[in-house]
Nanobody, 115 residues
Framework: QVQVVESGGGLVQDGGSLRLSCAVSGIRFDLSAMRWHRQALGKQRELVAYISSGGSTYYEDTVKGRFTISRDNAKNTVFLQMNSLKPEDTAVYYC?????????WGKGTLVTVSS
């Protein structure tokens, strides 16, 4: 059974930092690309960052230079370091993996950035 569990969200002031974690079980994590998405209230879910099994990364334009995605294959965990946070980063952040042709999502972790 595949499980995806996010943690690390919270309330932070404009300009602050947070580190999100996503623990995954039930898959060959080291062979899997991982994604962080976010969904703000009233908006569509969007891809924020991606890391391949080999460590290649992609970032959505508005987070480039501020967010860093990384992975620890020994712990089956992917991270999202978020610096210089802005109120517009406020959203529920979701971790996602496509494995065996199926998409698996966590329940999300809420990030709130106050101005």
């Amino acid at each position: 059974q595949v499980q995806v569990v996010e943690s690390g969200g919270g309330l932070v002031q404009d300009g602050g930092s947070l580190r999100l974690s996503c623990a995954v079980s039930g898959i060959r994590f080291d062979l899997s690309a991982m994604r962080w998405h976010r969904q703000a209230l009233g908006k569509q879910r969007e891809l924020v960052a991606y890391i391949s099994s080999g460590g290649s990364t992609y970032y959505e334009d508005t987070v480039k230079g501020r967010f860093t995605i990384s992975r620890d294959n020994a712990k089956n965990t992917v991270f999202l370091q978020m610096n210089s946070l802005k109120p517009e980063d406020t959203a529920v952040y979701y971790c996602n993996v496509n494995y065996g042709g199926l998409n698996y999502w966590g329940k999300g972790t809420l990030v709130t950035v106050s101005s």
